[in-house]
């Protein structure tokens, strides 16, 4: 410990003690007598040319008049009365802001942090600008390394002995500067005499606003799209903006899957484009004090992420970034999870919620409604139905007389004929068709039988089982997921332990940041460049991501894995070492929102099956006032139909009288022809049946709802599956036909063919949404289907329906949070290595037929109940015990992300020296043979192949002879 003591401007003692910084310019210790304050001693040679500007500081108060900055308080002085440096305030408990914003910094230094907290701390730095600039002092030189931070965001800025300023007439200017934080009027000009203005701290202040915001990335760093490389000072120089809206002019964009202008407020994107922009100098770049208003907005404006509650973003984000990223670079985590770490194993609770669904008794079939209803007694036909049936019986027998008289005239041949048929027809007629007021009163009683067969229907489906038990097998299937989750948990949490040495190898990497390496090509510039692409330490370096980046070409990157490999070298595993807290959190967070949602979904489940049942069974006690009024309509029409039945008399009388009619006609017919003598037959005087004679039996109407009777069957289905490669080709083929859709009829239903249909319904009239149903079938299969037209065929916008599971599945992966469950399985069984992006691609199709042939199901893309159970199961197979993957001859060519010179799935093969089809690849004694044709240094031929595994290595027979390959994880 440093006890060198010093006297004080106001004739005081300072003793020194503990070093706490050392700086370029000198070293920061503490004050041994007092913990509020700490002392700056500067380096030899500095202190003189600095003891008038920290002389004024201190005559101007402004440590009393601004807390939370580290102005100069006293000065210090050696035993000879020489300038030495200062006395301040003691900042503890802070750390530089870079070791917040930058992820693999924050989960050290700030393990507990969130996107609240880093919005906070933003607005507590332009909180403190703003004070500093309300107090007439310019800072000069805003950068990351002059601003701490506590864990309670708490912001406090040092270095304070750089600000610029003036004191009795007298100006003290800053002399330093960071070229990165530099506005572009100042880039290049000299620092040492330049006057610095509040509107140049804007600058800085807003780069430090947008790195904490956007994750670490430098607002400036992206892919150039002109000619050669674009240096950080001459774009800074040039507005280039590289998150700019105005990309035609900057001909920047952004780095790959980062935050976006549009993942934050409209507001605050719009002062980051005044402050970045040409039109920033002339007074449009927003002040500390507007960043302020535009922050606090921000932070009111922040939501939980609702598929990672470690994640927050603003409500107007198109989607949570973080989640993007994530799923961008596997094994990066944007914000580690908060609570405790605690296992998602939780047997009773799991066996509570099993009783509970289980539980709920199944009210069973329905009964019949017929016994159910009251009995009517009382009921007596409608006014006029005897007079009806009279006339009815009436009319039937002169129709029967008048035909009788036709078929007579039939056989006097010529014009005797043809009145003859004109006589039967006027009989048939008469006969056939009924008085309007009868046809009414028989169209009143099929109505009334109509509507009680309905309501019979629709009794026995909503008092019924049916709803019940689609319930209780959607809560099965919920069931079975939460039951596998917490074994997924265990199987992640076995391969965590398996994977110490990686854990412990990736932490060892991240401590060495990319600072650290020293290279005359990987200059301040490109090491910026870097950590705006996400790649801060030798942890990060990836051959293929540094390959990408613009300016970084294979020689660079493969320095890059070098000096990552001279690091690695270093690293000694420690097998006593346990796994890392940490990484269980992660797992256990990552398990926790999927198993939040599945429990509230079965509660929510329960409770729909207990309510099922209750008004299954209470509906069979009460029906309701509709079904008895639909009963009372059948039963008045019953009696009313029983009215208009002739009795048995009438019956008796009608049958006598046709058979007199017959007798007649056949007479007419066989001799010769004489003219009938009518005789009029009154019917009986009494028409009613006798007591005892039963009532002729009525006829039964079918039970049959017409087309559109609610609750009565399911809606219409279209007859093409979007998720069928052919059928959504079909659909696609149509869309293009008529101009709504413009990409390529691949069978791929993405986000181009659903907007597609978005503007067909839209220009229909069907809908906002890409609802695909009969109904949209039919109207864009029909001849005369509309085509889109000028206005019509923009419909980007709209929301995105949830489209339902094939038969006999729970998910459709043509859903985006579908897709990325089925792509992160596929990733962890190693069939998989793209993004999990949610978007059902050639590559997720590929994958999930790799899976299927290694499982042993049908070797190809479709989405059946069988795939689904066998993904979902715990044990199925992974590529890594098969032919599927990445191979290279020498395992040294699997390092560090270099391309790979053999990967083999079951559709293909790809190697150094040519490319393979299969048309077929099935299991063989241990191995596998493939079938196919293979091109070879230009000429191609049938190729009958034998891959055969031994542990991670492949032998690869063939009519060419016999290859070995390593694989590559």
């Known amino acids: 410990m440093d006890l060198t003591t ?43 040319e600095r003891a008038e500007k920290i002389a004024a500081m201190i005559a101007a108060g402004l440590h009393a008049a601004v807390g939370f900055v580290a102005f100069p308080i006293d ?5 000879s009365g020489a300038f030495v440096g200062f006395t301040m305030r003691r900042v503890g408990g802070h ?57 309670d965001a708490t912001v406090v800025l040092i270095d304070s002995d750089s600000f610029q300023i003036v004191h009795e007439g007298r100006l003290y200017p800053c002399k330093v500067g960071v070229p990165e934080f530099t506005p572009p009027e100042l880039q290049g000009a000299s620092r040492d005499s330049a006057l610095r203005t509040p509107l140049q ?59 976006t202008l549009a993942d934050l407020p409209l507001a605050l994107a719009d002062a980051f484009e005044r402050a970045f922009g040409p039109i920033g100098p002339g007074g449009a770049r927003p002040s500390a004090a507007e960043w302020v208003g535009l922050l606090e907005q921000a932070e009111a404006s922040l939501i939980v992420c609702s598929v990672n509650p470690a994640h927050h973003h603003v409500r107007t984000a198109p989607s949570c970034p973080w989640c993007r990223m994530e799923q961008a670079y596997p094994g990066f985590q944007a914000f580690a999870p908060s609570g405790p770490a605690q296992p998602t194993d939780r047997p009773i609770d799991l066996r509570q919620l099993v009783e509970a669904v289980r539980g709920v008794a199944d009210p069973g079939p329905a009964p019949a409604l017929g016994p159910l209803m009251p009995v009517m007694t009382d009921l007596r036909p409608r006014p006029g139905m005897d007079a009806l049936r009279q006339q009815r019986t009436r009319r039937w027998a002169l129709a029967l007389v008048v035909a009788t008289a036709g078929v007579a005239l039939l056989g006097t041949g010529g014009l005797g004929m043809a009145a003859g048929v004109a006589v039967l027809a006027a009989g048939a007629a008469l006969g056939w068709r009924a008085p309007a007021s009868l046809a009414r009163a028989l169209a009143e009683a099929e109505q009334g039988r109509l509507a009680w067969r309905q309501a019979e229907e629709a009794f026995r489906q909503a008092a019924g089982n049916d709803h019940f038990r689609k319930l209780r097998r959607d809560a099965e299937a919920v069931l079975r997921q939460l039951q596998d989750l917490a074994t997924e948990e265990r199987r992640r949490l076995e391969v965590l332990a398996t994977r110490r040495r990686e854990a412990q190898l990736r932490r060892h990497l991240e401590r060495f940041s990319i600072e650290r390496m020293q290279s005359k090509r990987v200059g301040p510039d490109r090491k910026l460049l870097l950590r705006s692409y996400g790649i801060e330490t030798a942890a990060d370096i990836d051959y293929r991501r540094i390959a990408a980046i613009q300016g970084f070409g294979p020689s660079i990157a493969w320095a890059l894995v070098s000096w990552r490999r001279a690091v690695e070298a270093k690293f000694r595993f420690d097998p006593d070492r346990g796994v890392n807290p940490f990484d269980i959190a992660t797992i256990h967070a990552g398990i926790a929102p999927r198993q939040g949602e599945l429990e509230a979904r079965l509660h929510l489940a329960t409770a729909a099956l207990q309510r099922a049942g209750v008004e299954a069974v209470s509906l069979r006690t009460n029906p309701g006032p509709a079904t008895l009024t639909a009963w009372t309509a059948w039963r008045q029409a019953e009696v009313d139909a029983e009215a208009l039945t002739p009795s048995a008399g009438e019956q008796r009388w009608l049958v006598a009288l046709a058979a007199g009619c017959v007798v007649l006609g056949v007479a007419a017919q066989v001799g010769p022809y004489r003219p009938p003598t009518l005789v009029a037959v009154a019917p009986p005087a009494r028409l009613s049946p006798p007591p005892a004679a039963p009532p002729a039996p009525l006829p039964t109407a079918p039970a049959v709802a017409p087309a559109g009777a609610p609750g009565l069957a399911p809606p219409a289905v279209a007859a093409l599956d979007l998720l069928a490669r052919g059928d959504a080709g079909r ?24 907007a597609a249909l978005r503007g067909f319904r839209r220009r229909q009239g069907l809908g906002e949404d890409d609802r695909w149903d009969a109904r949209t079938e039919a109207a864009l299969m029909a001849a005369d289907a509309p085509p889109a037209g000028s206005a019509a065929a923009a419909a980007t916008d709209g929301p995105d329906v949830v489209l339902p599971p094939p038969s006999g599945t729970v998910r459709n992966p043509l859903n985006a949070f579908d897709a990325r469950w089925a792509q992160g399985r596929l ?83 790809v190697r150094p020296d040519g490319t393979c089809s299969f048309t077929a690849v099935t299991p063989e004694s241990g191995a596998w043979r493939a079938a196919g044709r293979c091109s070879v240094k230009g000429q191609s031929r049938q190729a009958d192949i034998r891959l055969i595994m031994n542990g991670n290595t492949l032998l690869w027979s063939d009519s060419g002879g016999v290859s070995r390959y390593f694989r590559c994880h």
């Open 95 to 151: 750390k530089p802001v870079h070791r917040l914003y930058s992820p693999t910094d924050r989960k050290r230094a700030f393990p507990r942090a969130t996107y609240p907290l880093l919005v906070r701390a933003a607005l507590n730095l332009a909180r403190a600008v703003a004070g500093v600039h309300a107090a007439g002092v310019v800072i000069g030189d805003i950068n990351h390394s002059g601003v701490l931070v506590a864990d």
């Open 827 to 909: 990733r962890d069984l190693g069939f998989y290595d793209g993004d999990t992006d949610g978007v059902w691609d050639d590559d997720s199709r590929a994958a999930l037929q790799d899976f299927k042939l290694v499982n042993g199901l049908a070797a190809d893309e479709a989405w059946d109940g069988e795939t689904e159970r066998r993904l979902t199961d715990t044990g199925p197979v992974p590529a890594e015990q098969s032919f599927v993957g990445h191979w290279a001859a020498n395992p040294r060519d699997c390092h560090y992300g270099a391309p790979t010179p053999v990967t083999i799935s079951s559709r293909g093969a």
């Open 75 to 79: 000065t210090l002085h050696d035993a």
């Open 731 to 754: 659909v696609q083929q149509r869309l293009k036909a008529l101009g709504y859709f413009g990409g390529p009829v691949d069978g791929l239903w993405l986000a181009g063919s659903r």
């Open 201 to 259: 701290d804007a600058f800085g202040l807003a780069v430090l606003v947008f790195y904490t915001l956007v994750m670490g990335r430098h607002p400036f760093a992206g892919r150039y799209l002109g000619p050669g490389d674009m240096p950080m000072p001459r774009a800074i120089a040039e507005f280039r903006f590289a998150y700019s809206a105005r990309r035609g002019a900057t001909r920047m964009e952004p780095p790959p899957y980062v935050p």
């Open 6 to 48: 010093y006297t004080t401007g106001s004739g005081g003692t300072v003793r020194l003690g503990a070093v706490l910084g050392r700086g370029g310019e000198g070293t920061v210790h503490a004050v041994h007598d007092d913990q509020r304050l700490a002392a700056k001693i500067y380096l030899p040679g500095l202190a003189a």
